[in-house]
């Protein structure tokens, strides 16, 4: 079984500062990772994924996210924050590529002028 | 393309009618994923299908969530009866074998 746990519902940051979200997996096999992004009313848009190649994986709109298997994390960051970034983060697992997808709870970005 | 097309965008019921949300996946498209997401709950899958055949319905809440797939370019979740609990936004997500599930921009369900 497959799950995730993002840490912090809401995270502030200032406007150029470092974006930093946190996830944290479980999974019995080896995992596939991913990060989407929902801006208010819309559906889920994928960042990016993790699929058991490079541990340091880069996505779109500047954001990037390292696999550590000794920590089970998958955190995602941005080195400077833009006022665009504000939206609700999703991680999410799966042991089966796309097919099955967990997603935690969310994460709320805020960005302040 | 114009995406992952779910209709209505927002439905507003009354206890125990019948319910019936669609969505027509991008063309080409050959794996069909409805999930829920609530406050309480966040995001479940409910029910995916390939080529058109139920493959997973574990997520499936109970009896009065039926879901069909009757070719490649559309599919239904219904609800019947429909309860105060079941209001949520209603996700549709498409993909091609193995690759990035596209969103369609949900359906927005209140039940009172």
């Known amino acids: 079984a497959q799950s995730v746990t993002q840490l912090g519902s809401h995270v502030s940051v200032s406007e150029g500062a470092l974006v930093l979200l946190r996830c944290n997996y479980s999974s019995s096999v080896p995992p596939y990772l991913f990060w989407y992004v929902q801006y208010p009313n819309q559906g889920l848009q994928l960042l990016l994924k993790y699929t058991s190649a490079a541990t340091l994986v880069k996505g779109i709109n500047g954001f990037e996210a390292e696999f550590k298997k000794s920590e089970t994390s998958f955190h995602l960051t941005k080195p400077s924050a833009h006022m665009s970034d504000a939206a609700e983060y999703f991680c999410?697992?799966?042991?089966?590529?796309?097919?099955?997808?967990?997603f935690g709870t969310g994460t709320r970005l805020l960005v302040s002028p | 393309d114009a995406g992952v097309i779910q209709s209505p965008r927002h439905e507003v019921t009354e206890m125990g009618q019948e319910v019936t949300l669609r969505c027509k996946p991008i063309s080409g498209h050959n794996s069909l994923f409805w999930y829920r997401q609530t406050m309480m709950r966040g995001l479940e899958l409910l029910i995916y299908?390939?080529?058109?055949?139920?493959?997973?319905d574990s997520g499936m809440p109970e009896d009065r969530f039926s879901a069909k797939m009757p070719n490649a370019s559309f599919s239904t979740l219904k609800i019947q009866p429909s309860e105060p609990r079941d209001s949520a936004v209603y996700f549709c997500a498409s993909s091609w074998d193995n690759s990035e599930a596209f969103f369609g921009q949900g359906t927005r369900l209140t039940v009172v």
């Open positions: 299908f390939n080529n058109n055949v139920p493959i997973d």
């Open positions: 999410a697992v799966s042991g089966t590529g796309f097919q099955k997808l967990v």
